[in-house]
């Protein structure tokens, strides 16, 4: 099979690019000949002879949205000139204006314009306004590349769910949830003083952007104070974080603990009890996924795509990602109940083998050469 993929990175430490990168490698497994167009690919895909890599450089253009339309006019020139080369092309929603035969979707900007914790409706500045209008322009493009692709690609039910209601026929979409490293994420013992965090009480772990209202950093300060047992490890950059100056307000500074921005998230996942993630708007986040696998136990909530994994066995599952008292209820549970966790964490790693990079990846391939076979 000769395999076009059109994506902005193709690379682990992304999310969409860490799928990418994972689809590459099953598909050089089985012999295809791959050609990424892309801005970034991982170096160690560079050289491999049976890879191309057409390399998009969107010079020049100090917004996300302008590079996004470099992206755009270029990589659709190069597709539509090139587009007989290929049995199969794949894209990740509208990142060019050429034809696709499959679109995987990570993210579905409709629905996040909808959401309560949309940029433009927390900030009345410049930045909120270009916000709310990469927003529609990308709800717009998206709907025109749903429309022009044969497959579409649900990163989640919560993700199939948005892009029936959007007008995709249910027929087109299929569910391919992401996967997760379960060598790199496994249980394990981690060093607190290393993190400079405090031993011998319960540690909840919350990990994501915390500059935007999205992750509900918020719910979470508020509901704990209401678990005066529970300390809370926070990594994401606080730099125009309004965060821990809340921490402070609600007298949790000796009880929260601000780590910044980290890689080493499978050391820090080591240190806690448990993990706590109530995303108002999630397509399918990776980190969700790495906490299973290292064990623990998940608080999560309905809107963040990818719960639909978290049993009853494993975690709780929050129908209201607002609701202070319900959360609060389950920290508590969770901070009380030390076999409780013990048991969840077991479940947890052993639901999270089901969803290895090596399956999410075979399951992509498996759908490329069903669409290639000569009906």
Request: net charge positive; glycine share 6%; hydrophobic share 40%.
């Amino acid at each position: 099979m000769k395999l076009c993929i059109v994506t902005h990175n193709v690379i682990k430490g992304d999310g969409q690019g860490r799928v990418n990168y994972e689809i590459v490698q099953e598909a050089l497994r089985r012999g295809c000949e791959v050609t990424l167009v892309a801005i970034q690919v991982s170096p160690d895909l560079q050289q491999h002879p049976k890879i191309r890599w057409v390399k998009i450089v969107p010079k020049g253009l100090p917004t996300i949205l302008g590079k996004s339309l470099m992206f755009s006019r270029k990589s659709t020139a190069w597709l539509r000139q090139h587009r007989t080369a290929f049995d199969l092309i794949k894209m990740n929603g509208a990142l060019t204006a050429a034809d696709s035969d499959v679109n995987a979707v990570h993210f579905v900007h409709s629905s996040w314009r909808r959401s309560s914790a949309h940029v433009s409706r927390n900030r009345r500045d410049h930045y909120g306004a270009y916000q709310w209008l990469y927003t529609w322009l990308n709800a717009r493009w998206e709907q025109q590349a749903f429309r022009r692709s044969k497959e579409v690609i649900a990163v989640s039910q919560k993700v199939k769910q948005e892009l029936i209601e959007l007008g995709v026929p249910q027929e087109r979409v299929q569910v391919i949830l992401n996967g997760v490293d379960v060598q790199e994420f496994s249980p394990g013992v981690g060093d607190r003083a290393k993190w400079k965090l405090p031993e011998a009480v319960p540690m909840a772990l919350f990990v994501g952007d915390i500059r935007s209202t999205r992750k509900n950093l918020d719910t979470v300060l508020n509901a704990l104070v209401e678990v005066p047992d529970l300390h809370l490890a926070v990594v994401g950059a606080v730099e125009g974080s309004p965060y821990p100056t809340l921490a402070a307000q609600l007298g949790l500074s000796d009880r929260v603990h601000f780590l910044g921005y980290q890689r080493a998230i499978a050391d820090i996942m080591h240190t806690a009890d448990f993990f706590v993630l109530p995303s108002r708007y999630e397509a399918c986040t990776l980190v969700l996924l790495e906490a299973l696998a290292s064990g623990l136990p998940v608080i999560t909530t309905t809107t963040a795509g990818g719960s639909e994994i978290v049993t009853p066995d494993c975690g709780i599952v929050l129908a209201n990602s607002e609701t202070v008292k319900d959360l609060a209820e389950a920290l508590h549970q969770m901070t009380t109940n030390s076999d409780q966790r013990k048991h969840m964490g077991v479940a947890a790693r052993t639901i999270a083998e089901q969803h290895t990079w090596s399956r999410t990846a075979t399951s992509y391939l498996n759908l490329f050469n069903q669409m290639v076979q000569p009906s």
